[in-house]
Each structure stands twice: as C-alpha cells, then as structure tokens.
C-alpha cells in the first residue's frame, strides 16, 4: 500500500465551525438552528464554539462576513477577465448573477441574513448594510466604465432586478420569470446606455 505524501490542508476547528453554520443556515434558517447542531455539524462541541466566538450572533457575522469576502474574489475574476473594458466586466457580472440565479440550490446568504434578521441592531445588519453598500458602489463604477450617461438609475434598476429575481425564484422555481433575468438586464443596459455594443 501507498501513502499519498500531499497532505489536506488542515481546517482550524473555528473555519469548520464557520462552514457548518453557513451550511445550517442555507438548509434550515439562521433562527432554525442552535449552537449544539452546528458544533456536532463541524465535529466539535459547544465549548469549543464559544471558544471562538462568544455567543451565535458573533458566528452569525462571522458567516457573513466570509460571504462577503467570497465576493471579493468574484469581483477580481471580472477585472481579470476584462481588464479595462467596464462594458464587457458588466455583462459578465449579468452572465455569472443569470448562472447563479439558474442553479436548484441558489442561495444568497445576505438577503437571507436580511429577511431573518429583524432587530436592526442585530450586529449582523451592520455587515449586511455594508456588503449591499460596496455592492452598489462597484456595480455602479462597471456602469460608469461602460459609458452609461446615468450610472446611478442603471445601477439601481440591476440591483432591483436582481432582488426581484431572487424572490421570484423562490416562488416560481427556475424556470419562472427569474429564468430571462439576464435577457431583461440586457435590455435595461441598451436602453439605458443607448450603446449598439450591448446588443448580441
């Protein structure tokens, strides 16, 4: 028999914490579950949850916070695959929302968190807030780099759009309206750029 020399990359008992709960929380709601259930999920026990955090509500931001880092690196891949050219970055942002919004298990953690959390001085808003904030600021820069005269009102219709196919997924499935979300932002980027580019 053969011992394979490459080792796994060893996973701190706190990321495995985190990555149950992110897990849980998709599948059964952040209300839903308890600290025993994601300290059995991440094969540790509560002592060691609140080792590292000191109650769910700081596992909680500490979840969506690795989200929002997620996006981080989404947002990269953009500037990587089309360096310079705000108008190619911008379809591509469409193209990935519309695979995503395709998949049976699409699931946004942050408007999730959102619905869930309602008492807005959950430590979990703060960090909702600000991810939906630099969220708009980016989508609105790849508006400016494409050369769309009013930036902010296409902005805010995509993110609107999005929200919107989100909800209608969860109603109608992926076949439902939510399926020709990227053919509607298409529309709403010609018509609000006046650009021939975006066209097919």
């Known amino acids: 028999m053969t011992t394979d020399s490459r080792k796994q ?6 990321d495995r914490l985190v990555e149950a709960a ?4 998709r599948r059964h709601g952040i209300r839903g579950i308890g600290v025993d259930a994601i300290a059995d999920a991440a094969s540790s026990n509560k002592m060691t949850l609140y080792r590292h955090f000191n109650s769910k509500d700081e596992l909680i931001v500490e979840c969506l916070q690795r989200a929002g880092m997620e996006m981080d690196g989404f947002w990269r891949e953009l500037e990587d695959a089309h360096p310079g050219d705000g108008l190619a970055q911008l379809r591509a942002w469409v193209r990935r929302i519309a695979e995503h919004l395709g998949d049976d298990d699409c699931h946004c ?8 959390l309602t008492d807005e001085d959950h430590p979990g808003r703060s960090v909702i807030r600000k991810f939906k904030d630099a969220q708009r ?5 790849l508006c400016r780099k494409a050369g769309v005269a009013n930036a902010e009102l296409l ?3 995509l993110l609107l759009l999005i929200e919107g196919a989100r909800v209608a997924q969860q109603s109608s499935g992926v076949q439902g309206p939510s399926a020709r979300f990227a053919e509607i932002a298409d529309a709403a980027i010609l018509s609000l750029s006046g650009s021939s580019a975006v066209r097919r």
Request: hydrophobic share 40%.
């Open 137 to 141: 600021d980016r989508v609105m820069e």
């Open 9 to 14: 990359p060893r996973v701190s008992p706190r």
């Open 155 to 157: 902005c805010d219709t």
């Open 109 to 116: 953690e942050m408007m999730s968190a959102a619905v869930q």
């Open 22 to 25: 992110r897990q849980l929380f």
